[in-house]
Every structure is written in C-alpha cells, then in structure tokens.
C-alpha cells in the first residue's frame, strides 16, 4: 500500500467521528504522572492537545511524517510537533506513547511494536488502535474495482488487503510476549455520517489517498464515479444520514513495574 500524501483539510471534513476511538483508546490508559508523552501519528495534533490536558506536568511530542499535517499543528499550546516517520521514533525515555490509526499504513509495524515494547521501561504505557474493517465493502469494493480494468494496470500494487493489521489475538500474543500486561478488544462503530455520498468523502480522508495519489486528476475523478455509484448500493442513505459501520481494533498495555 502506498503512503499517501495528505489532505488535512478532508481528513478533518468527520473530525468527531474519528476522535471517538482516540478518547476510547485513551480512557484505558492508567498513567498517573508520566514525564514524558508521545503522540505517534500525530496528523493536524487537535487530539495531542488532549494528551496535554490530561497530564499537563509532561512533556508532550507530536510526530507524523506528513509536513502538510504537522504544518496545521496548533502551536505554543505546551505541545512540541515534528515531522518523523513513526519507523524512526525510538521509546526509550518515554512513559506513554500513544498510536491512533496509524500502524497500518506500516507494513513492518508488528517488528516496530516489538521494539517499541522492548525499549520502554517499567510502568510505562503503550496503547495503539487500528482500523479492522479491510474486508468491509467500503475497502473491498475499492480493491476489486482497482483490479478491474482499465484500472488493474495503474494501480497494481498500490492497495494491500486484509493483512494490512493483525488479529486481536495476534497483538495480544505479540505484547505479552514481550512481557508486557496488555488489554485488546475490538468496536464497532456505528458512525451516521451526513450529505451526499458521504462515505466516499470518509474515505477521501484515509483509504482512498494512495489510488488519488496514483493517478492523474481526470482519471482519478472516473476512478471516484465508479466507485462513489458502487458505494451508494453497498451502504444506502437513510432518513437520518448513511450508516458507516467501522471495526477497530484496540490494545492498550504495560511494562510490570
């Protein structure tokens, strides 16, 4: 899958929805007094502010490895932010480090949560979520009208499936075979989103970036007809909005003191 280039603004268009499984990832986190937090995968940094706010004696790091989302990063709100790639962040010296719907666009992310895990030191905290909804319409009508032609040869390569993510009992076994205390469990969101074709725009934001990315501006808005049409028939509008059901998956863990 390729890492796309980001588009704040779109990502933004469902700010609230999006910032649910953050707060239901943080409420899980049971650091008293951490000196040292960092936000990996930080985006446009609206939610790192709320690391600050629960802990405001640490020292709070933003890191996103898109310029364009750190760029509209709230500055001199007792938050640092910078541009690094969550490959490059080492743990050591941190006490929570936080990884909201990131890891999947790292294909090596289960040998860097291991690392992660062995370079923390006792009492602290590692917590991650991650979308779990690769075989849902919305991901596998995009994969099979990418395979299809005349769009198989321009964008082969450029989506990856279901492996993209683990199972919950596989980030189990992973942190606690590194000796860490983890809770996992997985949601699913009912998310009501608004306006026409809504749950294009939703994925305008996230998954659909690499194939927009990859092609050039005309075809990639033929690209976003036909699959605008297929996901009206996949998830049809109702009175009150277009249903979006959204699995993740959550682990939350810890160094035994």
Do not use: I, K
Request: proline share 9%; charged share 20%.
């Amino acid at each position: 899958m390729t890492s796309p280039t980001w588009d704040p603004a779109q990502y933004a268009r469902f700010a609230s929805p999006r910032a649910r499984p953050f707060h239901d990832l943080l409420a899980r986190v049971g650091a008293q007094d951490p000196a040292v937090v960092v936000d990996v995968g930080c985006g446009p940094g609206t939610l790192t502010l709320d690391l600050a706010r629960r802990w405001p004696r640490a020292t709070v790091r933003g890191l996103d490895s898109s310029p364009e989302m750190v760029a509209q990063a709230p500055a001199g709100r007792g938050v640092e932010f910078s541009v690094a790639a969550a490959e490059e962040f080492d743990a050591r010296g941190v006490d929570v480090v936080v990884c909201n719907a990131v890891l999947q666009w790292v294909p090596t992310h289960r040998e860097l949560l291991r690392r992660w895990a062995s370079q923390l030191a006792p009492g602290a905290w590692l917590a991650f979520q991650v979308p779990s909804n690769f075989d849902a319409p919305s991901h596998r009508l995009m994969r099979e009208l990418a395979a299809s032609p005349p769009w198989r040869h321009r964008l082969a390569g450029v989506l990856r499936g279901t492996e993209s993510v683990a199972s919950p009992a596989q980030y189990l076994d992973l942190l606690a075979g590194q000796g860490l205390v983890a809770d996992v469990w997985q949601t699913e969101y009912l998310h009501v989103l608004p306006g026409q074709d809504p749950v294009l725009e939703w994925v305008r934001g996230t998954g659909l970036r690499p194939v927009l990315q990859a092609l050039d501006p005309g075809s990639a808005a033929e690209f976003e007809r036909e699959y605008a049409a297929l996901l009206r028939e996949a998830y049809p509008a109702r009175d009150y909005g277009t249903p979006l059901p959204f699995l993740r998956t959550f682990a939350v863990s810890t160094v035994p003191a």
